[in-house]
């Protein structure tokens, strides 16, 4: 029986990929692991580069870009794995980080989705749990006060005051190294593809919660996580996708009646990260774009699984 199955959905990260590729098979030494790759139209060889390579891996040729859900969504149904692992193609597992993630899910049967630690490239543990988000939360997030005041209430959405370095419940674990329990696949389905790209993974945790099955941090496992390899490239994209998946978030889980308050606060979040842009002199120009198309996107109610070239892998 497969143990792991590994899914990777790629966006032009050939050389991120490769390294995720081959880590994965450097570290499953005792377990039967099954790889799955789709790629969104590619156009940096990525996928000639998996069928020469590495010729065991299960690789998907998406004829265009399908998004980061509805391509992984289509990768479930290959799955045979006790556990279906979302994995960003920037993502590398360090040693004894499969067996601790085994351990840790045979220790309670009752969690379905697992994260573990994931530390940047010069070894710094980067934050990967929050809380679920809530319309107060966002508006402080929509500030940058939370920022300001890390450990205080005001960056309660980003759990400024855990340490990342002890094992726990959480509400969500970051959808970069996402450990499903196939189990529960059943009963909580797969991702909404009507998430094109980011808050997927939050809806996922929510669900599995409501079905009361455990989200769990394990800091045993780690991971090293680049961040950004495929997203950084389109940032104009990324603001607007991020803005309207929470608008469809939010509308999916609280009702129509958000519009308001949440036209409000990503007006705020336009507002604070133009003028730290300003100050900073940070590409103010590109920064003001983004994020006033973002707030047009969010005021027009532009649907988040519309389809637009670019990023669809968020490493």
């Not at 799955?36 to 870009?65: C, I, Q, W």
């Not at 009361?212 to 800091?219: M, N």
Request: aromatic share 10%.
């Amino acid at each position: 029986m497969v143990d792991f199955t590994f899914a990777i959905v790629n966006w032009n990260t050939r050389e991120p990929l490769q390294r995720c590729l081959r880590s994965i098979l450097a570290e499953s030494g005792g377990y039967e692991t099954q790889i799955l790759v789709a790629d969104n139209a590619s156009e940096d060889g990525s996928a000639d580069l998996v069928e020469t390579e590495f010729p065991g891996v299960e690789l998907v040729r998406n004829a265009r870009n399908l998004g980061f859900a509805a391509a992984h969504a289509a990768l479930f149904p290959r799955s045979r794995g006790r556990y279906h692992v979302l994995v960003n193609s920037d993502v590398e597992l360090t040693s004894g980080c499969l067996r601790a993630l085994d351990e840790r899910m045979q220790s309670d049967t009752r969690i379905g989705i697992l994260g573990p630690q994931f530390v940047g490239p010069g070894g710094a543990i980067q934050p990967s749990c929050r809380r679920f988000p809530t319309l107060a939360r966002q508006l402080a997030e929509a500030t940058g006060l939370g920022r300001i005041f890390p450990k205080s209430r005001l960056n309660a959405h980003r759990m400024g005051e855990f340490d990342h370095r002890t094992p726990a419940s959480v509400d969500q674990v970051m959808g970069a190294f996402f450990l499903i329990r196939a189990s529960i696949v059943p009963e909580v389905g797969t991702l909404d593809t009507r998430f094109f790209m980011y808050y997927e993974e939050v809806d996922y945790c929510l669900r599995a919660r409501g079905a009361w099955y455990t989200v769990f941090f394990e800091p045993a496992a780690r991971v090293r996580h680049l961040g950004g390899a495929s997203s950084n490239r389109v940032r104009v994209l990324t603001v607007r996708r991020t803005m309207r998946s929470m608008h469809h978030y939010f509308r999916k889980h609280r009702g129509a009646w958000v519009y308001f308050p949440l036209a409000v606060i990503c007006a705020v979040d336009a507002v604070s990260h133009s003028i730290v842009a300003l100050a900073t002199g940070r590409r103010p120009l590109e920064t003001m774009k983004a994020y006033g198309l973002g707030l047009w996107d969010v005021l027009t109610v532009k649907p988040s699984w519309q389809h637009e070239t670019g990023a669809t892998s968020r490493a």
